[in-house]
Nanobody
Framework: QVQLVESGGGLVQPGGSLRLSCAQS????????TGWFRQAPGKEREGVSC????????VYADFVQGRFTIPVDNGKNTVYLQMNSLKYEDAAVYYC??????????????????????WGQGTQVTVSS
C-alpha cells in the first residue's frame, strides 16, 4: 500500500515562498502521477498541480501558473511543490495523492476521485501579513 506524507507547511507572508514535500513509500514501483490538491475552509477541494514520472509532464491550475513549480527527487521518492509569490487565497491545507500513470484527467474531480490513492494528512499553509 502506497503511503504519502505531506510536510513543509507553515506561516508565510504575502509574496513569500514555501516549499512543500510529498514523501512516498510503500509500493511505488514503475511510473506514476502525483497530484497536489488544496482545500480552504468552506471551499471545495482544488487541484493545484500534477507531475507524471512516466513522461515528465506537468499540469498546473490557472491560479498558480507561473508561481508554482513541482520538482521531483526520484532518489528520495519525493515530490515537491515550490510555491512562490504566495497570495492570501493560497491559504489552505495542501494534500498530495497518487494518481494513474499520467496526469491525464487531472484533477480527477468527483466522481472520479477513486482514481487517487494514498492521501496523506495534509499540511497547513497560512498566508498572513
Amino acid at each position: 500500500q502506497v503511503q504519502l506524507v505531506e510536510s513543509g507547511g507553515g506561516l508565510v507572508q504575502p509574496g513569500g515562498s514555501l516549499r512543500l514535500s510529498c514523501a512516498q513509500s510503500g509500493f511505488i514501483s514503475g511510473h506514476y502521477a502525483t497530484g497536489w490538491f488544496r482545500q480552504a475552509p468552506g471551499k471545495e477541494r482544488e487541484g493545484v498541480s500534477c507531475i507524471s514520472t512516466a513522461d515528465g509532464s506537468t499540469v498546473y491550475a490557472d491560479f498558480v501558473q507561473g508561481r508554482f513549480t513541482i520538482p521531483v527527487d526520484n532518489g528520495k521518492n519525493t515530490v515537491y511543490l515550490q510555491m512562490n509569490s504566495l497570495k492570501y487565497e493560497d491559504a489552505a491545507v495542501y494534500y498530495c495523492a497518487r494518481g494513474p500513470y499520467y496526469c491525464t484527467g487531472f484533477p480527477w474531480t468527483p466522481p472520479y476521485t477513486f482514481a487517487l490513492r494514498g492521501w496523506g494528512q495534509g499540511t497547513q499553509v497560512t498566508v498572513s501579513s
